[in-house]
């Protein structure tokens, strides 16, 4: 057990290797594994108070208040009442611990929740239905369809043939599609069986709980034999049943170590840069105030050594009190006295201003989510203003780029190009529902697909060959399953790209129907077609390609192929020259527009040849030394002299909105890496559909090597190219904070746009203790930066590498249970509600339906939070060193005897009615400009991350013009009421005459000084700022009144004086000459700053004020075209592909219910000769000339960057 974090027994020895014993609790507790239970919660009943106030205390600024508290109880020092201190102490600890307990009150239902779901377990040899809190590692449990994976578990049966189950991994990896996996053959025979299962004793010995998701190692021991047992057999905590009646499973990690917890980094009191920059300073502040004090002190021993002895008789003093004891009384005195200079009520004043800025994202209708009812929500309130100040985004791909949704949107067949829309005069049309293909001839066509061009459909009408061909091959090349439900043919793809295309094919007339180990039935334009499959040549990502050899109804043998553009062009046929060279010009206008392509080609088999090479396949198939090497030359061989048919083109469909997005997050100066665990050129083309990897870019960089020294050269090579003349060991900024913090990497200006790709393996390497700061230096010189194939771990330790030696504020944003570990190790995380559950959403600090959102949460709702906190920041600390260095002047003109210089009424109130309200007002209603300007110059967000609006720097100005602000308060009033006196001919120069005038100096000039800081009057400022100086002169008015004064005379001293003072207009002159004194060196910085050396601020709101008159102009939202080079790859899988399974006579799904369902139909009246097919005719001249290259949004950003600003 623990108590305050502290372990009370003895700490378990590391685990290197585990043995289980099924279904034997007594020896598997010997080992003392961990239970199920989960725990994300940060307190209970126990430890919440010590905790929380251990927490809460660590702010140096609630222990010094704790220590004021102290010396405020002791009544030779005490000048000021107990109560001052305590109360306001006392509402900051009980706010805060509220919003901490109601915080932990979630986890605790969250944790709930999960470990108080049922799972059927396995006990005393019958099934039980017990708490997943309850499973035990060595127990059997039961999944059934759609039910969560328990534990980490090893297959042991299931309802399927051949013991295979499906699962979904969104949880895990992110990944929707479906994978496929399959028990040991020695424990499928148990079927589902309870005898059996109950009578199993298997032993299992594998490896100790990690975080790798894509590996496992161990062995079974069954009967005195050992099957060796990998990954293949595993199923993991986080995983779906699918598609699957029922599976048995034994428990083999439970709980925190579970591969999913494993991955899960660890939840961290998280605070802002500026809360940390406030520990600083509050160190600083103390230290200046205990200088003043002593500097006090010291005024008084003076004093009382030369002048005290004339004052004895005004001045009782008592016997034995020597001048350094009162010097040292003094000196505690002062320091309660000057406390204001950090009063506790600006600790609460940030905690409502951060609430109230919360409480905007929560209501911001323009981040909610319509379709899924969804509304932005910050589910922490300490967080805000570093939502102003972010440099580096961490960004999951899948689900939170894209919807994960393909869509087969152009094609290519024999020349021919098909998907865009044109006239007979060459413009193209706006795609809309009104020109959406027509597919209800074909009772089988998806409703849900889309197609435009109704040239293709026509020519499947016209039986063209090739595009019979081309539609074929989709529909018989793949690994594809199909089942019905309800009636409806539903396609199960391991890969979303496979489903895109078998469902275009389908549409068009060939419906891929069912499979069996040996056959392909498809349904070609009403008739049915069984393809006898004789072998499937697998998709890897060495090959970049998948073949199937199938037998056609009429006896042919045909070999289809489809993979990347240079793969197959590397095995066609020399009379492809022709046709290759008009598709490669396709392929090229299809990945310009960040489509992902895929060649296809076909070749005629010879009977006696195939029958030879699948003799040779079924040896090297077996072998069981370099079968991969010999089946890789087998299919070298074969896979030649193809014929090709065209390419398909592919939109891996983006969220709305994202381009725009990380377009104006580009000008906002901000750096996004993509840390995806797709493969390589799934992220590839992602980052190019979104801008993130552009064409003009220099160089992208591809790191992909398979060993550290190869990966060391790849990012040094990358290194020099981007900047020659870089040193070894010069990139470190040569001094850091207070001294005793990392090394801080400088950035390093490079010529040019690069891009940086780096793969999971040589990910590994790069984050290791000797090569991180190589591939740190590297990473930090790209403009765009995509880890492919990562864990859930690497995602974590890229973000903690970056807030280890870069002096920036990072986010990062996902959508799935992956992405958690990233989410906690950011400074802020974020959650995107999407289709992979909420895990991220919990373990976000705020979150919101659409990565379209980021874009307003940072250049809106994060600068303005910024800019009102280091506002608000800035003037509060002006308020109250002007209020305490009045103390200090005042000192010297009263024997250094610890006399206020203010009434104790306006002291008390000064902090909690005067100046409280107008101050929060800035806080939570303040913009320099609105919204829509925000977004349209995102420049504006430069500031913050450098920043600008409060630092050090910034602090010490403040200070600088309090100290002024605090003479002139001071000795203005002091030279007005010196031998002075009223109209009546009476004495104006007693102490609290000069009181009630210095207070009043005050408290106006600390609200024009506010007037001028405001950039935006509302009604509630109004209300707040002439309510305040309302209040101010009331409160003073009725607390100096003859009434109080007999109620209790000695509490209510300054009888009348407000009434005798405020009469004169010298004191009110006083008062214009002290406020116009005041702020008049900031009017004059200010408009000498604004015409010399203007902020972006100040040329933004200047051009705002010139066209306050229109609204901000909308953003361009057109689509963007251009040409390319580059082709994409294809995304068969994110693993090897199952072709072998398909055709192992071991797989075998229930017979599917198939009636063919429609019949050929002729020429569809609708038919329109359009289509970009119209662009090419054989003599090589273009019909319709391709149209120029446009700019991007960031391009044109940069040519008028200079010019604008």
């Not at 109880?73 to 706010?95: G, H, R, Y």
């Not at 991955?263 to 920059?277: E, Y």
Request: neutral net charge.
């Amino acid at each position: 057990m623990s108590f305050f974090g502290l372990d009370c027994v003895k700490k378990k020895e590391r685990e290197t290797e585990r043995r289980i014993q099924a279904n034997n609790r007594e020896y598997n507790r010997s080992f003392r594994y961990a239970t199920n239970a989960i725990k994300t919660s940060k307190y209970n009943l126990l430890t919440f108070l010590p905790l929380n106030l251990f927490e809460q205390f660590q702010r140096i600024a609630n222990a010094y208040f704790l220590c004021l508290l102290v010396l405020q109880w002791i009544p030779a020092i005490s000048s000021l009442s107990w109560f001052t201190t305590v109360v306001p102490l006392a509402l900051v600890l009980i706010v805060t611990a509220v919003k901490d307990a109601i915080d932990d009150i979630n986890r605790h239902k969250s944790d709930r929740q999960v470990n108080n779901r049922r799972a059927q377990v396995l006990i005393d040899g019958e099934l039980r239905n017990e708490k997943w809190m309850n499973v035990q590692v060595g127990d059997i449990i039961k999944l059934e369809n759609n039910q969560f994976v328990a534990a980490d578990l090893l297959l042991l049966s299931s309802s399927e043939p051949l013991n295979l189950v499906y699962i979904e991994t969104a949880e895990l990896d992110g990944e929707s599609n479906l994978k496929v996996k399959q028990a040991l053959t020695v424990t499928g025979e148990m079927g589902g069986s309870i005898d059996a299962l109950a009578a199993f004793k298997g032993e299992v010995c594998c490896e100790a709980p990690n975080n790798r998701l894509d590996r496992f190692v161990g062995t079974l021991v069954l009967g005195g034999q050992k099957h060796p047992l990998d990954n293949q057999c595993v199923l993991l905590r986080g995983c779906t049943l699918r598609n699957t009646d029922w599976c048995f499973g034994l428990v083999l990690f439970a709980g925190p170590e579970t591969k999913l917890m494993q991955n899960c980094g660890k939840s961290s009191f998280k605070r802002t840069s500026i809360d940390r920059l406030m520990n600083v300073l509050v160190l600083f502040i103390f230290g200046f105030l205990v200088f003043m004090c002593t500097v006090l002190a010291l005024g008084h021993g003076i004093w009382e050594h030369y002048e005290g002895s004339k004052v004895k008789a005004f001045v009782p003093q008592q016997e034995n009190t020597g001048t350094a004891l009162s010097s040292f009384l003094t000196f505690w005195s002062y320091i309660i006295i000057l406390n204001t200079v950090v009063p506790i009520s600006l600790y609460v004043s940030m905690e409502v201003i951060r609430l109230g800025n919360s409480y905007y994202i929560n209501w911001d209708r323009q981040m909610f989510h319509a379709v899924s009812g969804t509304a932005a929500e910050a589910r922490t309130t300490t967080l805000n203003e570093e939502l102003g100040q972010i440099r580096y985004i961490f960004s999951d791909k899948t689900g939170t780029l894209t919807q994960n949704i393909m869509i087969f949107h152009k094609c290519s067949i024999n020349g021919k190009a098909y998907g865009d829309i044109f006239d007979y005069s060459g413009q193209g049309y706006e795609l809309s529902e009104d020109i959406m293909v027509d597919f209800s001839f074909n009772p089988l066509a998806d409703p849900k697909f889309q197609f435009f061009d109704s040239s293709l459909l026509e020519a499947v009408k016209l039986q063209t060959e090739e595009v019979h061909n081309f539609f074929r091959l989709l529909a018989v090349c793949h690994t594809v399953m199909a089942e019905e439900k309800n009636n409806d043919l539903v396609y199960l793809a391991q890969s979303p790209d496979e489903g895109a295309l078998v469902t275009a094919a389908r549409n068009f007339g060939f419906v891929f129907r069912s499979r069996t180990p040996d056959s392909v039935c498809v349904v070609e334009m009403g008739v049915p077609c069984n393809y006898e499959l004789l072998t499937i040549l697998d998709f890897n990502n060495v090959r970049k390609r998948m073949s199937v050899i199938v037998r056609s109804p009429n006896g042919k043998l045909f070999l289809y192929c489809k993979g990347a553009d240079t793969i197959i062009y590397e095995r066609l046929h020399q009379s492809c020259s022709k046709l290759m060279e008009v598709t490669t010009e396709h392929l090229n206008e299809f990945a310009g527009e960040g489509l992902r392509t895929l060649v296809l080609a076909y070749k005629d088999l010879d009977e006696e040849y195939f029958s030879e090479w699948k003799q040779r396949h079924h040896q090297a198939s077996t072998a069981l030394d370099g079968r991969e090497d010999k089946l890789n030359l087998l299919y070298e061989e074969i896979e030649k002299d193809l014929l090709l048919i065209g390419a398909t083109a592919i939109e891996d469909k983006l969220q709305d909105g994202v381009s725009q997005t990380i377009e104006q997050l580009a000008k906002a100066d901000i750096k996004i890496w993509v840390l995806t665990g797709d493969k390589q050129e799934t992220a590839e083309n992602i980052g190019y559909s979104c801008n993130l990897l552009r064409e003009e870019m220099d160089d992208i960089f591809i790191v992909a090597a398979d060993s550290p020294e190869d990966v060391r050269q790849e990012l040094r090579d990358a290194r020099k190219k981007m900047h020659p003349d870089s040193g070894e060991d010069s990139f470190f900024i040569p001094e850091s904070i207070l001294g005793n913090e990392p090394k801080v990497v400088q950035d390093e200006n490079v010529t040019g746009e690069y891009g940086l790709v780096i793969n999971g393996h040589s990910l590994a390497y790069a984050l290791e203790g000797s090569m991180e700061l190589e591939f740190l230096r590297v990473a930090c010189m790209c403009k765009t930066v995509i880890c492919c194939r990562v864990t859930p771990l690497q995602k974590a330790q890229v973000v903690e590498l970056v807030k280890k030696y870069k002096q920036a504020v990072t986010l990062a944003i996902g959508d799935g249970a992956n992405d958690v570990s990233m989410i906690k190790a950011a400074h802020i995380g974020v959650g995107i509600s999407g289709q992979e559950g909420m895990q991220a959403v919990l373990a976000s600090d705020f979150s919101f339906a659409q990565f379209r959102y980021l874009q307003r949460l940072l250049l809106v709702h994060g600068r303005w939070s910024y800019l009102r906190m280091c506002k608000f920041l800035r003037y509060f600390f002006y308020k109250n060193f002007t209020f305490t260095f009045v103390h200090f002047w005042f000192a010297f003109f009263c024997g250094f005897s610890a006399q206020t210089v203010y009434d104790e009424t306006f002291i008390a109130l000064y902090n909690l009615m005067y100046t409280a309200l107008p101050v929060l007002g800035m806080g939570l209603f303040d913009q320099d400009v609105s919204d829509g300007w925000s977004l349209e110059f995102p420049q504006l967000y430069e500031p913050g991350q450098r920043n600008l609006y409060f630092s050090k720097g910034a602090f010490i100005k403040c200070a600088l013009h309090s100290c002024y602000s605090s003479l002139v308060l001071f000795f203005v009033p002091y030279a007005t009421v010196h031998d002075s006196v009223r109209t009546d001919g009476r004495d104006i120069a007693d102490h609290q005459s000069f009181a009630l005038l210095t207070q009043t100096c005050l408290a106006v000039t600390v609200c024009v000084q506010l007037g001028l800081d405001l950039s935006y009057w509302t009604a509630v400022n109004h209300l707040f700022v002439w309510g305040s100086l309302g209040m101010y002169f009331l409160v003073t008015f009725t607390m100096q009144s003859d009434s109080l004064h007999r109620l209790h005379a000695s509490s209510f001293p300054f009888v009348g004086t407000s009434r005798n003072c405020l009469d004169q207009v010298s004191v009110w002159l006083t008062v214009l000459l002290t406020a116009v004194l005041c702020v008049l060196p900031v009017v004059l910085h200010r408009f000498l700053f604004m015409e010399l050396k203007p902020t972006i601020n100040d040329k933004v709101r200047v051009k705002v004020h010139q066209m306050k008159a229109q609204p901000p102009p909308r953003r361009p939202r057109a689509r963007i075209r251009r040409s390319s080079t580059r082709r994409s790859g294809y995304a068969f899988s994110h693993a090897h592909g199952y072709g072998d399974l398909v055709t192992s006579n071991r797989f075998l799904r229930r017979p599917v219910q198939r009636s063919t369902g429609f019949t050929p139909v002729g020429r569809s009246p609708a038919f329109r000769p359009a289509g970009r097919s119209a662009g090419y005719s054989p003599s090589g001249q273009e019909q319709s000339p391709k149209q120029g290259t446009e700019p991007t949004e960031l391009q044109r950003y940069r040519t008028v960057l200079d010019s604008s600003f």
